[in-house]
């Protein structure tokens, strides 16, 4: 190590600038060219024209790709391809009055006259569409004494009616279990003995008249029954059979619809004759003899 350097610092500060000029001179030109050639513009492959390998995913409205199918069941025609079957059956019918009382009105009305047919059908073990109201009448009217008030002077009675309702029940026999118009009666008829003599009759009619508001038969009671003798219609159908009827008239009907045409127009006809040609006349003649008959005297 030189020592003597080091005790001895050099006495001028370095300058910024080369003490010597380069030895070579500066180039403008690169030294090296790159070893890779420069790129084509083109695509060293071609692209493919198919089809992609997967379809778009269609957006909801979009059309689908393969057309709907068409339905394998036929479109129904509405003309029914056979006419339904009709089977005769008998019909047995009979009327039935039943004596009510403790009834709040003279007459029944709609709910009152359902629930007796409710319950009628229910003593019977039927349809109510087989049972039909045909009517009542009020037989005596009892008036009995509800409260009395002395002060304001007035006293309220509470009025009921004892009446006889009748009824009428059609039941076709295909749509019981009897195959004898003479068994079904004396089923149905027995059933609706007991059912009033027993009292279920009116337990159903009062329980029949809270459900449709009946305020009127909601405390009757139901005390006699009375049946009228069967009849048996074998020429209807049930279910009826409208098919041959025809809306065109009956010859009964034209030769009817003609002598009432003939004689409105002969009518019409006399009358316009009568205020046309005679009518006028008669006048006529009443001034004639009012003129003669009457005499005007003139005073000067």
Do not use: H
Not at 40 to 66: C, H
Not at 166 to 178: D, E, F, G, N
Request: with cysteine.
């Amino acid at each position: 190590m030189d020592f003597d350097l080091m005790n001895n610092p050099p006495s001028a500060a370095p300058s910024q600038e080369p003490t010597a000029p380069p030895s070579v001179s500066l180039s403008v030109e690169p030294t090296a060219f790159p070893t890779a050639l420069q790129t084509s513009a083109m695509p060293s492959t071609t692209p493919t024209q198919s089809a992609p390998s997967v379809r778009p995913t269609p957006r909801p409205g979009d059309p689908t790709w393969s057309p709907t199918p068409i339905p394998s069941v036929a479109k129904l025609t509405p003309v029914p391809s056979a006419q339904p079957s009709y089977m005769t059956s008998p019909i047995l019918s009979f009327n039935s009055s039943l004596t009510m009382s403790g009834v709040t009105s003279s007459y029944l009305d709609q709910p009152a006259q359902q629930s007796v047919i409710s319950a009628a059908a229910i003593s019977m073990g039927i349809t109510t569409n087989t049972i039909s109201y045909l009517g009542s009448i009020a037989t005596a009217e009892n008036r009995r004494l509800f409260t009395t008030d002395f002060l304001r002077g007035f006293t309220l009675f509470t009025t009921s009616y004892k009446m006889v309702s009748l009824l009428k029940v059609s039941v076709p026999l295909s749509a019981t279990t009897y195959t004898n118009s003479t068994l079904l009666y004396k089923s149905l008829t027995q059933s609706l003995n007991t059912a009033v003599v027993s009292g279920a009759f009116t337990t159903s009619l009062q329980e029949a008249a809270v459900l449709n508001n009946a305020t009127s038969v909601v405390a009757a009671q139901v005390t006699n029954v009375t049946n009228s003798a069967p009849s048996v219609n074998n020429d209807l159908q049930y279910p009826p059979d409208n098919s041959n009827k025809s809306d065109s008239l009956t010859e009964g009907e034209i030769v009817g619809i003609s002598i009432g045409l003939f004689v409105f127009f002969a009518l019409v006809a006399a009358g316009c004759y009568y205020f046309v040609y005679i009518r006028p006349g008669a006048q006529e003649s009443e001034v004639i003899a009012f003129a003669s008959n009457s005499s005007v005297e003139i005073t000067l």
